[in-house]
């Protein structure tokens, strides 16, 4: 299973564009990548997944690029209520998911 | 609604004195999984299980047990408590065995265990 390495923690005000890198550096052809959001004594919520180039949905985009090794978790105009941690998980097809410690975003006002 | 559904929400319990914190999914989900979460430390899973009586040991499973006789319910068992096993519990289910799955997380189990 792939290993994945994130920032411990960023900071951000609000209305910025939030990019979180993460290393993946033994990805295997079968391997998504995903990324969840936790809030404080909350369970983990599905934010965005891909494989390859890039996706988009109403909260986040996700860009891969073309060697995998890495992907990029972006926040578009962040706010208050997005100060959580953020979690990337690099999944093979039988789907265990093991989470890394996260990046523990704050914004600030 | 689909939900991952754990009981008790919270918990204290004495050392030594057995419990089940149970798990329910209504998803019709292959895949369930449990994770203790400790400051600091992130998610860690306890157990897996990829389908009715298949389950298997994730990165810290000594202490606890787990059982999936039916596909919705996925009890996590600690047989003897210690204090250590005080945390933050999550239950998660997911399709499972497809591309692109997404899991779903039960509201957590916080155990005190003293």
């Known amino acids: 299973l792939a290993k994945t390495t994130q920032p411990i923690s960023m900071d951000s005000y609000e209305g910025q564009e939030v990019n979180i890198t993460c290393s993946h550096n033994?990805?295997?052809?079968?391997?998504?990548i995903t990324w969840y959001q936790q809030f404080p004594s909350q369970g983990p919520r599905f934010i965005i997944q891909?494989?390859?180039t890039k996706v988009t949905n109403e909260v986040a985009s996700l860009f891969i690029p073309a060697d995998r090794k890495s992907s990029t978790l972006s926040l578009p105009r962040v706010s208050l209520s997005d100060t959580a941690v953020y979690y990337c998980?690099?999944?093979?097809?039988?789907?265990?998911?093991?989470f890394g410690a996260g990046t523990r975003l704050t914004v600030k006002p | 609604e689909a939900q991952v559904t754990q009981n008790p929400r919270y918990l204290i319990t004495v050392t030594g004195k057995k419990l089940t914190v149970t798990c329910s999914q209504n998803?019709?989900?292959?895949?369930m999984s449990w994770y203790r979460q400790d400051p600091g430390l992130g998610l860690r899973q306890i157990y897996y299980?990829?389908?009715?009586?298949?389950?298997d040991k994730g990165d810290v499973p000594e202490g606890y047990k787990v059982s999936r006789k039916e596909k919705r319910n996925f009890p996590l068992i600690l047989e003897s408590p210690s204090p250590n096993q005080t945390s933050l519990y999550f239950c998660?289910?997911?399709?499972?065995?497809?591309?692109?799955?997404?899991?779903?997380f039960g509201q957590g189990t916080r155990l005190t265990v003293v």
């Open positions: 998660a289910s997911s399709p499972g065995n497809r591309w692109g799955t997404e899991a779903f």
């Open positions: 299980s990829m389908n009715v009586e298949v389950t």
């Open positions: 998803m019709n989900h292959e895949y």
């Open positions: 998980l690099v999944g093979d097809f039988n789907n265990d998911m093991r």
């Open positions: 891909g494989y390859k």
């Open positions: 033994n990805i295997a052809t079968n391997d998504y």
